[in-house]
């Protein structure tokens, strides 16, 4: 089995930062790529930012050039560094890595828990 744990959301004011981690742990032979996700009250899930084992990068319009998403592979880690947060920004924050348990294995995609943002005005 694999499980991702994330640590680092909470409660910030509207300009201010947070940084997000998610560890992969468990049964992994590799990770493809990694990703963030939110959910706020009564809206449906989005990506926030995605990054390939390479480092290339992807980001809603919403939270370009305020958040930057990086990875250590060797920690098969990935982080979401937030910046500028504005109130919008609140919601749960998910993150997923597709993940190969053997060589042979087809990729399959793994959530962690969700962890609360909430940014204040």
């Known amino acids: 089995q694999v499980q991702l744990v994330e640590s680092g959301g909470g409660l910030v004011q509207a300009g201010g930062s947070l940084r997000l981690s998610c560890a992969a742990s468990?049964?992994?032979?590799?990770?493809?790529?990694m990703g963030w996700y939110r959910q706020a009250p009564g809206k449906e899930r989005e990506l926030v930012a995605a990054?390939?084992?390479?480092?290339?990068?992807n980001y809603a319009d919403s939270v370009k050039g305020r958040f930057t998403i990086s990875r250590d592979n060797a920690k098969n880690t990935v982080y979401l560094q937030m910046d500028s947060l504005k109130p919008e920004d609140t919601a749960v924050y998910y993150c997923?890595?597709?993940?190969?348990?053997?060589?042979?294995?087809?990729?399959?995609?793994?959530w962690g828990q969700g962890t609360q943002v909430t940014v204040s005005s």
């Open positions: 997923n890595a597709d993940v190969l348990t053997t060589a042979w294995a087809p990729t399959r995609r793994y």
């Open positions: 990054i390939t084992s390479g480092g290339s990068t």
């Open positions: 468990g049964s992994i032979f590799g990770v493809n790529a």
